[in-house]
């Protein structure tokens, strides 16, 4: 597997989270663990796109 096609696979993985993360935490009351996930949601978006 190539260098490209690994950012290309981590690029839709960020894609994946971005979306489906925001459906999911959109359904979930407001408590500090809804809190808690978006947080870590955003450090993985972010830490996927420094790659």
């Known amino acids: 597997m190539t260098n ?3 950012l ?4 839709i993985q ?6 489906f ?3 999911i935490i959109d359904g979930i ?3 500090p663990e809804r809190s ?3 947080e ?4 993985l978006k972010e830490k996927l ?3």
Request: hydrophobic share 40%; aromatic share 0%.
């Open 4 to 6: 490209e096609n690994l």
């Open 36 to 38: 808690e996930i978006v």
């Open 14 to 19: 960020s894609e994946i989270i971005d979306r």
């Open 40 to 43: 870590l949601l955003k450090l």
């Open 29 to 31: 009351p407001p408590t």
């Open 21 to 23: 993360g925001r459906k």
């Open 49 to 51: 796109k420094g790659i």
């Open 8 to 11: 290309e696979i981590i690029k």
